[in-house]
């Protein structure tokens, strides 16, 4: 607790304002809430020189490797392994209470597997691909994340799966899938639910309300087969679930950089659209036939993804809500946009942009009711992206164009200004 708190609160006390038993209340809470911050910078700390203990480790190794026999080289390959179990093993024994140590110990048992396993296969020379790797490496260390109870572990394992499918999937695609990305995934939900319930506000929890939906996100381009137009249905229907869940209140009543299913629900919605808010997309659908609906594994992925949402809007009753979101209804009105692109794809365009309008305004009015310069700010960049994006696809002169913008640079100052004047009346 600060000094000059400490002495204002005698000064109270000696003057007769507050009684012995408040100001000893009012001391106790000050000393609960200063000790978060240094723990925490204890937890970050103990991660980091983890993290930083076993590069130079590696490092060390690594330097003197070529001139090693190769038992000498097993048996290091070997020796930040078993240091790492040794360490965990003692921070269960001995230190369970303490977070720092379980999650420094659990990142360095995180890295101490990876190092192993790649040693081990470089000197018997053992083939294989990065996704294997990192599969190999993944499956061994989700053990780690529910033994010691570490969340770091947790986001490294997020990004590990993640960056697999991304390899399989994408970057190195070998015609097989990586559908056990799906099954690795589903493996670390418990432990999430069970960070959820125990740190609902924990800076933890935080990052895992990102990773997590930002993982789909890069993975569900994955699944794409042979029919990719209908994956923007289902990106959509996505991205409209994480809007619902981010306003669910667990999540609503958060701040905004806490909650990333909200953000990335309203941005990757607003991106696609953008996309589709050009005329190539829907010069394409009418030039070409869509593939078979009943052979398109994209186009059932769709249907699934978009009953779930239906399923989430029922479920928290947000039909009949006074406070519906026209946001959580766009993955509902773009299934007939979609379809209606292969016959008339100038109206299907036409009503792209107007969505994108629409709900420019509708955020601009939001922030304006909420008196939130961020939300108001939000909805002005969605209308002059929408701009931005009929500069290059329209043949409107250069004079419109200007006047377009000096137009939206109007809005911007005065939409401030009347808010942050409104603010200014009410203080």
């Known amino acids: ?106 990142v360095l048992l995180f890295f101490a597997v990876g190092a192993s396993i790649s040693l081990i296969s470089q000197i018997y020379n053992i083939p294989g691909s990065l996704d294997t790797f990192l599969l190999t490496w993944m499956a061994l260390c989700l053990p780690v994340l529910y033994i010691m109870d570490s969340s770091m572990s947790s986001l490294l394992y997020l990004i590990g799966i993640t960056t697999y499918a991304a390899e399989a999937g994408y970057w190195n695609w070998r015609g097989d899938d ?139 009753q947000r039909f009949t809500s006074k406070d519906l979101v026209p946001q959580e209804l766009l993955f509902i009105i773009f299934v007939p946009i979609f379809f209606m692109g292969s016959h008339w794809p100038v109206l299907s365009q036409v009503l792209i942009n107007a969505c994108v309008f629409l709900m420019g305004l509708f955020v601009i009015r939001k922030g304006a009711r909420q008196d939130h310069l961020g939300v108001l700010n939000y909805g002005l960049l969605i209308i002059t992206a929408l701009v931005i994006c009929r500069f290059f696809d329209t043949n409107m002169s250069f004079v419109l164009r200007g006047m377009l913008f000096v137009a939206v640079g109007v809005g911007f100052f005065l939409a401030n200004y009347f808010l942050i004047k409104s603010r200014k009346a009410h203080v």
Not at 71 to 78: D, E, F, H, N, V
Not at 263 to 280: E, P, R, Y
Request: some cysteine; glycine content about 8%.
């Open 1 to 106: 607790m600060k000094p000059q708190i400490v002495k204002e609160l005698e000064a109270l006390q000696k003057a007769g304002v507050l009684s012995a038993e408040a100001a000893e209340d009012i001391r106790s809470y000050y000393q609960k809430k200063g000790s978060g911050a240094p723990a925490r910078m204890l937890i970050v700390f103990s991660i980091l020189g983890a993290a930083l203990v076993g590069l130079g480790v590696i490092l060390i190794i690594a330097h003197n490797w070529d001139d090693l026999s190769r038992p000498i080289k097993s048996l290091l390959a070997l020796v930040p392994l078993l240091m790492a179990q040794g360490l965990c093993a003692y921070a269960l024994w001995r230190k369970r209470e303490s977070r720092a140590w379980r999650e420094a110990a659990g």
């Open 178 to 316: 990586p559908y056990l990305y799906w099954l690795l995934l589903a493996l670390v939900v418990p432990y999430y639910i069970r960070l959820i319930k125990n740190q609902p506000g924990g800076n933890f929890t935080s990052f895992h309300n990102w990773f997590i939906p930002g993982s789909l996100l890069m993975a569900l381009g994955t699944l794409t087969q042979d029919a990719p137009e209908y994956m923007f249905m289902a990106y959509l229907a996505l991205l409209g679930i994480f809007y619902l869940i981010g306003n669910r209140d667990f999540l609503k009543n958060s701040k905004i950089r806490n909650n990333g299913y909200l953000v990335q629900g309203s941005l990757g919605t607003m991106g696609i659209l953008l996309a589709l808010s050009f005329n190539w997309f829907w010069k394409d659908m009418a030039t070409g036939d869509l593939s078979d609906w009943s052979t398109a594994p994209e186009l059932w992925l769709s249907i699934i993804l978009i009953l779930a949402g239906l399923v989430l809007l029922v479920r928290y």
